[in-house]
Each structure stands twice: as C-alpha cells, then as structure tokens.
C-alpha cells in the first residue's frame, strides 16, 4: 500500500535559506523550491504513524566539511543537506539531494531507522561544534536528551527541578551539550529558563534548577522564539497576546542565562483567536494564530500591525516560517489547518500602517460653498491608470462640477437652474475616433430629462441630450456593440440610449457626436427605472443586453429584437424640448441628430425574458460578465450567478414542441436561467458589486499557459460557450456602519472602511477592472465631506504584491475544520493537449503533462464549516485541485449524497458528468444542485459547474402550513443525521432523511419545478434518528420492491416496506400517510451510527432473497443482521418452505412482503471506541472505522465475522465512510496509458484517510451480489440498478474477463485533510518482495534508550576543569 495524495493539516514549515521551503503534513515532508518561481520539487513520508512538528537543518559549516572530505565542494553551494525532522515520540535524520541545475533535481533520502523516544519531542537542535552526528532534543515533562542519530541512543538526559508538563520548548545550542539553555512555556503559563548541564554533573541523576521565570501571560504558551541580536524573547499564548521579553544574552558559549531580571518589553494584542506561532525579525514581529491570520507587527512603529496576512480557510494558522533574507526583503510562508500552503514576499517599502485604512480616513477638504451629492472617480478604465494618477469627480447640489487632482480641487462645469437641488453624475474614459489618445467624459442628468455629456479636459465642448420629459433616474456608460453607449433611465420605465463618440476636428478640438439607439422598455412596476447594465457580445444572437431594475428584475434585451410603438403623449413635448435646445444653442448636435433621436425614441425594445424581483423589491445594484457566466449582486444580500440560454432547464420537456416550431422560423427564444445563489455574512444585505478575484492557479499551470499564449490566440474566439466555469469573486457592499469586501469562500473581510453605512454616494478604486486585484481605495460622500480611505497622493502598500491578498498558493486548502461526510462523484478522463501546445515545453514539462494524462476521481466533501467542497483528486501524480466551493449552508454539513450520470460512450472515455448532489446538516437545512463537472482545455484538469436546483428548510415548511396555529412548531434546533436515496423517477426523486427529532421524513425532488416536498413523516422512533439505508429488491416476474432501514439511539433498527409510497405517482403535499414498520431488530445496546446493506436472491427453489444488514454503534459493537425476504407469489405458490421454525408477523398482509429474521451475529468489541461508519464492499467483505483511528475490514460469511486487516489511520475522530467497488478497465494492446476504476473506501472524520487492500473475486460472486451504494452507476445515463442479481453466468466469459480486468484498491479518509492510498496489484513475486523490501526499510524503528555513563559524558568532565 502506497500513498497517492495528501492534504493535512501543515504542522511546520522552515525555509532553507532563501532557496527551498520545507513542509510537514502528517508524516510527509515536502520541499518546495523557491527559484525561479516557487513549485513542488519532491516530498516522502518519514515519520510513519507520527506528525511533522518540526524541520532542523544541520549547520552549513558541518556539512561543507564532511564534503571537503569525500571530495571537492562546489562554490554554488552544497549538494545536499542533512535535516532533523521531528514530530510526536520520532525523530529521523533525512538528507535532501539538491540538483547542479539552479536545484530544480531535489531528492529526498532517509538515512537512518525512526528514532522512538520515550516522550513527545518539542525541540531539535544539532550540537554545532561536534563533528559527531549529535542532536539536543527537548522533551515534553521539562527534560532535554542528547541522542547519537548514528547509534539511535541517549547519550544524556537531564530533568529540570519543576517538573511539569511544556506546551512548547526553545533549544538554544552552541558547541557542546554544557552550552545547552532550554526555555520552556508550562502549563502554568510560565516560561522557565534552565540549563541541562547546570546544578552538577551533568550526568548525575540530580534535577537542574530553574535560573530564570517569566511571568506575565494568562493562558498557555505555544509557541517561543529567541533573537541573538537584540537579546529579544517573544512568546505566543492562549491569551490572544504576544509578548516580547528583554531577556539579554541566552545560549553561547559557557550557556549563558540572560539578565536577572528579564523584563516585558511590548505586549501585543491583535488576534481574534489563540496565537499559535511567533518569530522575530531585527524589525519586525510575525505572528500567526487559530484566526487565520499572520500578522506583522513593526517594532520601531510602537508595535502597531503593519501587514495582516490571510488566505487560509477555517481552522486557523498552524505554522509560521520567516527567511532569513534582508530586513527590505524576505519570504513569509504559512501552513494551514486547511492543508494549505502560502508563500509571500515581503518589502520594506510596502509595509506601512494599516491604521490608515482601518481607523483613519482623509477628508479631502471639499471647497464649494453647495454640498457634494455625487462622487466619482475618472480614468478609472485605463489599465496604465494608477491610484495617485487618479482624478475625483463630484457633483454639488447646485449642478456644479469639481474635480480633486494633484491635492487641489478645480471648478469644471456650472450646470444652469436645471440642474439645481437633484442631479445624477457618471464619468468614463473613452477612446477619441482614428486616435491613439483617451478623454474622460462626464455625463449629469437633472429632474427635467436633460443630460449634459461633455469631455473633464475641455468642459465647453459639451453637448446636451433629451431623455423625455421626466426625472432622469440614473445614467450608466457601457461598452456596447457600436462603441460606448450611455444609458439614461428616464420616466415611464422608458431608458434612453445613445453611442458616444468622440472626435478631432480640424483645428484639433474635440467634438462628441451622440448618436441615438432604440431605447428600452421597462416592465410595468412600482419603482421603474434602471439600476445596472451589461452589453453581452454573441456572434449568433447579435448585441445582447443585460439590466438590473429598482424592482430588483434582471431583463434581457436584444439588439433588433421585439419592437414596440412608444406609449403615451411625450412627442409633441419631446419636440418642444428639443426646439428650446436648439433655440438657445447649447451643445453641438445638428438639427438633423435631434430629429432622427426623436424618430428612434418613438420605438421600444421589448425585454425578451424577465426574472421579475429576483433580488427582491430593493434593487439589482450591478451585473457582470466574466467567462461566460453573468454575476449580479442585490440588496436583497445575495449574489446570483446565471447565464443566457436558448433552452430554459426547468421547461425543456413541456416546450420542446414549440421550440421545435420555433426553430424552423429561426426564432429561439434567449432566456436568462439563474444556476446558484451566493448569501454574504449575516447582517451584510447591502451588496453593490462583485468583484471577480484572479484564479489562483499553481506555478506549475501558470507556466504552462504562458507556452499556450500562442496556441490559444487562435482557440480564443472558437470556445463554446457551454465551457464557462464560475470564477472566484468577493462582495463588496455595507455592513452596518462599513464599508466590506467580504470573501464568501474564507469567511473572512478583505476589506473593511468605516464610512457611515448605505445611502450615500460612493465609488472604489478599482472597480472597472475586469479582474479585482485584491486591493482598493474607498470615496465617498459623509456629513458634507468627500473622504478617502486612503490618501489619492500615495501610491499605497500596493507595489511589489503578487497580485492577490493571499500571497501564492503553494498548495489547495479544503475544509479547515472536522468533514462530516464525503461522496465520490465519479471519474473523468482527460484528452491531453494539442501538439502546438505541448511543442513549445521543455521534455520535463511535456513529461508532467503526460503523467498528469489518465483518469481524475472527483468527490463532495462536507464539513463543519458550513461549506461542500468539490475536488478533482488525480491518484497519478497525487495532485488535488479544488474545482468548486458552496457554502449555502447556514449549519454544518452532516450528509450527501448523489445521483451520478456519466456521458461518453465508453466507460474509460469520459470526459463529463452530470451529478444531482443531496446535501442536509443542522437547523433542518437541505440543498439540491446539480454539478456539470468537464474537462477544462486550458488548465488539463476538471471544472465543475454548479446548478442551484432547490433548497429546503423545516422551520420555512412550517410557516407554510394551514392552521400551523394549532400545530406545535418544529424544533429550529432539528438536524439531518443521514439522507439515503430511496428511488428515482423521470420527474422526481425520492429521499428519505434521518432527523434528530425522532422522525423519518421522506421528501420529494422535482428538478424541473425547482422544488422539494415533504411528503411524510413518522415518529416510530421517538428519539434520535441517526442512520438509513435502502435496498431494492426484484422478484422473478421484474416485481421491484424497496426496502427502508432507519437506525435510532435505542439501538433498533426499523424495516419499512416503501413499494407503495416508490411506485405512487402522487408526489403532492397530501400523500397518503406514512407506513408502519414491517420489522424492527434489537442490535445494539445504544445508538446505531451507520447502516449498511446488500441483498442476495437465493434463487427459484428456495424463493425470495437474503437481506444482509450490517450495524455498527457507540457501544463499539458490530452487527451484521440476515434478514430473510419473502414476496408474495412465492407464498401463494408455497415457496416459503424452510420458514415453519419462524411465526409471520401478525400486522403483515398476504400480498406485502414477509420479512423473517434470518441469522445474527455480532463482534463485541470491534473497535476500542464507538463505531461511526460501516459499509459493505460486498456481502462478504465489511469495512468498518471508528474514532480510535483504525480501518478495519471483515469477513462476513454463515458461520459469523472474521476479522481481516486493520488499518492505523491518521484521522482523528472518523465520522463516515463511503465504499464503492471498480476494477482497472480493459486497456487495448500497446497502450501504456492503463486506466483504473477504483475499488475504494473513503472514511470521513476530523481528517480523510484510506486504506483496503481488495482481493481478487470469482466473476461468479461479483454479479451475483451488489450493494446498495451501487445505485445509479458510474457510468452511464442509466436509471438505478437492482441490489439483486441473479445467479448464472458462463464460466469461460468469466475467465476472460478476470483476465482483462485486474483489481485494485483504494483508500479514501477525509477529514481535516485529505489522503488517498493506493493498494497496487503486484504481478510478480519479484516486484512484491523489492516493494516489501523497501518497505522494511522506511518503516524500520528503533526505541531509543538511555546508555551507562558514556564517552561523551567522561570527555565532557575532563573538559570542563581545563
């Protein structure tokens, strides 16, 4: 068995000067290389059973001499390196080859056996002045051992006096074991200060006393770090504080104590959480905690926070690394709970005050004697535009408009008495006509229908349009298909649109030229005017335009679409507004212009498809666009992201006909159909945009799109557009008295201002940008003052980011905290890259992309942070890619489920899948999407695609009902235990959900209504619900039959017959009343956690099958339950024989199923803790886990359960598990490209984790059973298959396809983190044994113990007098 991927919580990370990154996730050590761009070069796991916590390199100088005498040492540097790592009771030397070329060759070797010490490791330090291979460890109860890494034993060990238990420990070492001093952080919130070697002889077996105490903190200490330069000791605790301490002089030669009275220099407050990690720099204090945030303090500045660094998901931060570099540069790296890794680079120059932006804001001392209304800020839209070069436009109460440029504001235009006490101001930057140069345009509107458009840098050039004869209610510029339009929402819901376009004249003045467009028509409600539009570019449907309303609609118009006459008497008065225009010469429109705007604006475009209040009734506040999907945000607080169709989903099937119709006459209709729903933080309902993040893609996908530049230049205009995948974007919008940028997935705030709340005019830079660049500077308008969060003079911290708040990710995190549940989806098969593509790498890029060929298994993880992961795990190279995360979830995520669909022709072919994913979890909350995972051309992985389908919650249920007055309401605290699918049906599914109120609920999912239903429900229990299972039974006459099993606390297990309720076509509200049980069994003597089953048909002369049930519960007890079914023909044809011994159940009817208890057998004490999953592979092999970390696998058979294997897991507290079988495809001759359908385990808990070792089956038994996790298939578009197979089969088939098909297994356990191991299928004894043989040598151990008085010691006396 082998490890194929690993995401772990990361438990240390160390930098190797400014060269490589180390890393710790379990017990896997992987080394990063940070130059030229910073990618994983090599990883191994070292520690078997234990947790990295810590990397130690051996000084430079001990391993340039050992390579002085092997031979020459090289000038570039060394060619390997010598680390300590150690973590839990092990310690083991592992040395990293580096490469002549730049170290891009990084090789990992372990040189010696696993050193078990006899208590937990906190520190290693090597001893630098010996030229043996001597290591000073520091141990939990307060003591220090010197270990030989040659020998594997104790030279010496040393006890302090205060003996009590150290949640960290700080080795300082010099040349020898006398001038050891270790410093310790107790459990009694102290940090004590002793010496090894100090009160004797060092190996006497008397206590060293403690010489000095710091005293100050309220809680543990974590984590301590020490600076030699400035004698600085700096302390991280449980009380949410870091302290520096004065401590003077520790460590060197003699081991010296420091001062007498060390003194708390700063504390430092900061942290929202527990502070997990601290370092120190010359200037600087990093600090990183169960927050989630690093954060740099400046020392000098009066420790206020100059940097927050976030990018990790829940869970917090669990080790902190800082190079040594220079004091104006150096690296920063994070490693996360959630498994992931960050890389940043820091500057001197960007590492200024927060507080600027957080506390204080600067008011940009507006002039005018009038009040600022409007703020806007121009050149926003050009790329080269940086914050400095920026100009703020406002507009006054009085139609007057400022600009604030260079510190100075300056008067641009006086709008006339029009314009006074309302007005609407927009400004943009456009390109002049045959011209390389940009002008901003500034367009005002007033309460009369007038709108000035006129260039900020010539204010007289301006012209005047008509937009009828009411309020202009917003105006709004976008780029549209002829050029930029300006959109101006006028009265009766009519928006009036003009193209813009800028000119030189002869004498090099520029001239506007408006050009009028049909304008829009409003669907009819109470607040009628346009709050957002886009303009959608589509070679087939023309210029297509999206808007948002006040009502809170999202409208579709088309350019040259639906027509209609305009409404209402305005003509006569648009011409007499018109004629005054003219008369009084303002602007530079030709009669002719005004005359053909009257003519256009007497026409209306029709919406072609309306969401009517979507966003509810306050307002759609923006819309964009961005790879294919539309993006729109509200004041309703959520965010929905939809797309434009021919096709709507919901009602394909009733109006097929018609499009059919419709088709022939070239009439398709464009529809807008919303795919999901993204809620912010609670108490954020104001959102005004979203803001699309730059894709976080690996170094290594980065560099290979670099070489498809070329290629995909001439592919850009051809993707379809059924290719969108959904970005990765944050919300801006008021949180109360703030301004927020807030991260929907990181549960985080990116950015927060105090400006006041809503209702106010406001801009951010940068808005326009296609791509947020994660940082940004507020404007807007408070008490009559124009302020700033940042001052436009300065540049800001911006320069020499790497683009994203979140540094680099060097690895994915998922889910931060403990995951409940996993499903796997299915797999995908990806095509490999054209041959342009791969021409342009190098022969080892080429070769990862050809490694990265072959099938992706992608699964659904659901945790305790509200959210549902979707991952692309590839076995190969052990990359796993985050494709998508949901967190409509508003509790935790319990259980999932899927009805998965494969596309492709051939099972080894596909390339898409098309999953229904069931999610339910606490407060009675349960969500159906469907998931469209492909292949992604560009990236070479997967892409999924969510579909929000329905969602459902009890508490909403219950405010529905009639008369709920005279019902007792549900309780709001119900949580869904475990949800099952019980059938499938052309319009509708079936569930059927366990609830911790005691009741059994079955639901009905309609994907075509978008809506779920409860149909029943039944308290039989009368306590907890904690698990169900179906099984589908199929008589002789293809009679189907299922079968519900629902477990409770009581430890009984119930059997409800569910044919009438799976075969009932009425899926309403009033659907007749739930059934009673057909059969309960006493299994457990407390609750049963998880449920499996799989049923056997025992053929045509004994009748009826064999239901085989199998328990596992808190009492720590497996049960596996046979329960004998019979139908109903084979009683009346007196098939029941071998059943006299057992009476029938007197509530059964002659025409149900009889259920009979078979046979029982059980294992008392299966596992040391209790059982939270069981599944069955197949009848005769049980897999089993717990939260004593183990994996266990049975064998099930007539005579009772044997045990087989188990499997220690890295997993605390396991909490599913999820098994389905497969086998390695069938591959044609000559190709090496072999595809393997796992056969897999997957246990969930507070990590992931697999392990089984599958044997090889008999075709005959394979088909005659089949579980019921079964359902639905892997491939395939195929209703759910039968749990009953019948027996038969031609032998020879058999034999040819178990020589086609070779097993293999898989082991999937998730949690916080991720593992998948890889149990291979050895075709010769040869190769088994080299794999046992290096085996034997990764987990050779050795217990390290304590010797008589040695060498080292006698010498060390000696010395010392001299």
């Known amino acids: 068995m082998e490890a194929a991927a690993l995401v772990a919580p990361v438990t240390a990370v160390h930098f190797i000067q400014d060269r490589f990154l180390l890393t710790g996730e379990g017990p896997v050590l992987t080394v990063y290389s940070l130059e030229p761009r910073p990618k994983a070069s090599a990883s191994l796991s070292v520690l078997q059973h234990y947790r990295i916590h810590g990397v130690r390199p051996r000084r430079q100088a001990a391993v340039t001499a050992q390579k002085t005498q092997d031979g020459p040492s090289s000038t570039t540097g060394p060619d390997f390196y010598d680390l300590a790592v150690f973590g839990g009771k092990a310690v083991r030397l592992v040395r990293l080859h580096v490469g002549l070329h730049d170290g891009d060759h990084l090789h990992l070797e372990v040189l010696g056996p696993l050193m ?53 420990a700080l080795l300082l070492v010099h040349e020898s074991w006398a001038d050891v001093v270790l410093v310790g952080g107790t459990v009694f919130n102290q940090l004590v200060v002793w010496k090894p070697d100090g009160g004797g002889d060092s190996y006497s077996k008397c206590k060293a006393p403690v010489e000095r105490r710091l005293l100050g903190h309220s809680g543990v200490i974590f984590n301590i770090s020490y600076l030699q330069e400035r004698g600085w000791l700096a302390s991280a605790s449980d009380d949410r504080s870091v302290r520096v301490w004065g401590v003077g002089v520790l460590g060197g030669p003699g081991g010296k104590c420091g001062d007498l009275n060390p003194t708390c ?46 990018g990790h998901r829940a869970g917090g931060v669990r080790s902190l690394a800082v190079s040594g570099g220079t004091e104006e540069e150096r690296w920063v790296a994070t490693g996360g709970a959630d498994g992931g890794v960050r890389l940043w680079r820091l500057q001197e120059t960007e590492e200024k005050t927060e507080e600027a932006v957080t506390d204080k804001l600067t008011d940009l001392k507006f002039p005018g004697p009038s009040l600022p209304k409007v703020v806007c800020v121009a050149g926003e839209e050009d790329d080269n535009e940086s914050w400095s070069q920026s100009k703020i436009v406002v507009c006054t109460d009085q139609g007057t408009v400022y600009q604030y440029s260079n510190g100075t504001w300056e008067n641009l235009w006086q709008g006339t008495a029009d314009f006074h006490s309302y007005c609407v101001m927009e400004t943009v930057c456009i390109n002049v006509k045959d011209s390389t140069a940009k002008v ?77 467009l049909l ?10 005017w346009l709050l957002a539009a886009l303009c959608l570019h589509s070679r087939s449907q023309g210029a297509l335009w999206v808007c948002g309303d006040r009502r809170g609609s999202l409208l579709l118009y088309q350019e040259g679409g639906e027509v209609e006459p305009k409404k209402g008497d305005d003509a006569q008065a648009q011409e007499g507004e018109d004629e005054e225009n003219r008369r ?110 730059q894709p976080e893609i690996p170094e290594e996908e980065k560099a290979r799109e670099e070489g498809e530049t070329c290629s995909k230049t001439g592919r850009e205009d051809a993707q379809p557009e059924n290719e969108a995948r959904e970005a990765r974007f944050v919300i801006a919008g ?46 807007f308008i408070k008490h009559g003052a124009v302020l700033a969060s940042h001052p436009p003079g300065e540049e800001g911290n911006w320069a020499g980011r790497t683009g994203r708040t979140g540094g680099w990710g060097l690895r994915e995190g998922i889910h931060g905290r403990g995951v409940g549940c996993v499903c796997r989806l299915g797999m995908i098969v990806g095509s490999g890259c054209d041959i342009q593509t791969t021409a342009s790498m190098t022969a080892t890029e080429r070769k990862e ?30 990359n796993i890619k985050v494709l998508s995360v949901i967190t409509d979830h508003i509790s935790s995520v319990r259980t999932v489920t899927a009805m998965k669909h494969a596309g492709g022709e051939r099972a080894h072919q596909v390339q898409s899948l098309s999953t229904l994913l069931f999610s339910a979890g606490g407060r009675a909350q349960m969500q159906c999407y469907r998931l469209l995972i492909g292949w992604d051309q560009q990236r070479l992985i997967p892409s999924c695609q969510v579909i929000q389908v329905a969602s459902h919650r009890l508490d909403e249920q219950w405010e529905r009902k009639r008369n709920r007055h005279k019902t007792v309401k549900m309780d709001p605290e119900t949580r869904y235990m475990s949800i099952v699918v019980v059938d499938e049906r052309n319009d509708c599914v079936l569930l059927a959900l366990a609830c911790s109120d005691g009741a059994v609920r079955l639901f009905s999912v309609n994907e075509g209504k978008d809506r779920i239903d409860l149909l029943w429900e039944t308290f039989h229990h009368q306590r907890c619900v904690l698990s169900v299972a179906t099984c589908s039974l199929e008589d002789g006459k293809g009679n189907r039959y299922k079968l519900l099993f629902s477990a409770a606390t009581d430890g009984k297990i119930a059997v409800w017959d569910l044919t009438d309720a799976s075969s009932s076509k009425d899926t309403s509200l009033d659907a007749p009343s739930p059934p009673t049980p057909c059969l309960d069994i006493p299994a457990h003597q407390s609750g049963i956690n998880s449920l499996a089953v799989c049923a056997e048909e025992l053929g045509l002369e004994e009748g009826g099958c064999l239901v ?144 089984l070792e599958t044997e090889r089956k008999s075709a005959e038994e394979a088909e005659r059973f089949r579980t019921s996790d079964e359902r639905g298939g892997e491939t395939g578009n195929q209703t759910p298959t039968n749990s009953v197979v019948k027996r038969g089969g031609d032998g020879k088939d058999c034999c040819e396809s178990r020589k086609k098909r070779e097993k293999t297994g898989w082991v999937l356990v998730c949690g916080q983190g991720l593992q998948l191991l890889r149990v291979p299928n050895t075709d010769t004894w040869t190769e088994g044994s080299i794999k046992r043989e290096k085996n034997r040598k990764m987990n050779h151990t050795v217990k390290v113990t304590l010797q008589e008085k040695s060498e080292y010691v006698e010498s060390e006396n000696k010395s010392g007098p001299e």
């Open 440 to 516: 901003n345009l500034c367009a005002v509107g007033n309460l009369s229908g007038s709108i000035q458009v006129f260039p900020i840098s010539h204010p007289h050039a301006g012209i005047l349009l008509s937009g009828g004869s009411g309020k202009i209610h917003s105006l709004i510029w976008k780029e549209g298909g002829a050029g930029m339009c300006l959109l101006a929402s006028g009265s009766e819901g009519i928006v009036y649109r003009w193209c813009i376009e800028v000119k030189l004249n002869d004498n090099q003045s520029l001239a506007l030229n408006a050009n009028p």
């Open 519 to 528: 304008p829009f028509l409003l669907p009819p409600c109470g607040k009628r």
């Open 849 to 878: 992309v050809e490694r990265e060929q072959g099938h992706w298994e992608v699964l659904v993880t659901g945790g305790e942070d509200t959210s549902l992961t979707v991952l692309a795990v590839h076995p190969n190279s052990g």
């Open 1108 to 1251: 085989t049930v199998a328990s596992g519960g808190d009492d720590g007890q497996l049960t596996v339950s046979v329960i004998r079914v019979q139908y109903p023909e084979d009683m009346q044809t007196g098939g029941s024989r071998g059943l006299s011994q057992i009476s029938q159940p007197e509530f059964q009817s002659p025409n149900q199923l009889q259920l009979h208890l078979h046979g029982h057998s059980h294992i008392p004490l299966a596992h040391a803790a209790p059982i939270t999953a069981v599944k069955l592979l197949t009848p005769g092999l049980m897999v089993s886990t717990s939260s004593d970390q183990r994996v266990c696998l049975w064998r099930v058979s007539s005579t009772g359960i044997s045990h087989r294997e188990t499997l220690f897991s890295h997993v605390a507290d396991a909490a599913g598990l999820s098994v389905w079988e497969g086998q390695m495809m069938d591959s044609e001759e000559g190709d090496e490209n072999t595809i393997f359908e796992a056969e897999e385990i997957s246990v969930c808990g507070e990590g992931i984790e697999a392990g």
């Open 116 to 168: 078990e010490l006899q208590d937990w490791a906190l520190d290693v330090h090597w001893l630098s002045g010996d030229k043996d291979s001597l290591l000073c460890v520091a141990l939990a109860h307060n003591s220090a051992l010197l270990l030989d890494v040659n020998t594997g034993t104790a030279l010496v060990q040393r006890s302090c006096l205060e003996g009590c238990l150290l949640y960290s």
């Open 734 to 779: 008021f949180h109360a008295v703030h301004f927020v940028v807030w991260d929907p997935v990181r549960q985080e705030r990116l950015l927060e201002v105090p400006c006041g709340g809503g209702h106010r005019s406001w801009v951010l830079w940068p808005s326009h940008k296609r791509v947020w660049p994660g940082y940004g500077a507020l404007v």
């Open 265 to 310: 220099l700063r504390v430092l407050y900061g942290h929202q959480a527990r502070v997990f990690s601290v370092r120190l720099s010359p200037g600087k204090v990093f600090s990183a905690g169960e927050d989630g945030a690093c954060l740099v303090w400046d020392w000098a500045g009066g420790g206020k926070v100059v940097r927050t660094l976030k």
């Open 584 to 693: 009084e010469g303002v602007g530079k429109s030709s009669v002719m212009e005004q005359g053909k705007n009257s003519e256009v604006h007497e026409l209306q475009l029709q919406p072609l498809s309306c969401l009517f209040g979507v966003h509810g009734k306050q307002g759609v506040t923006s819309v964009c666009e961005y790879r294919g999907l539309l993006y729109s945000s509200g004041r309703d607080g959520c965010v929905r992201v939809f797309r434009v169709q021919q096709t709507p989903r919901a009602k394909h099937e009733e109006n097929s006909k018609n499009i059919a119709e419709k088709t022939g006459e070239n009439h398709q209709r464009l529809q807008l159909e919303v795919l999901r729903v993204q809620r912010a933080c609670k108490g954020m309902e104001w959102l005004e945009k979203v803001l699309i993040l």
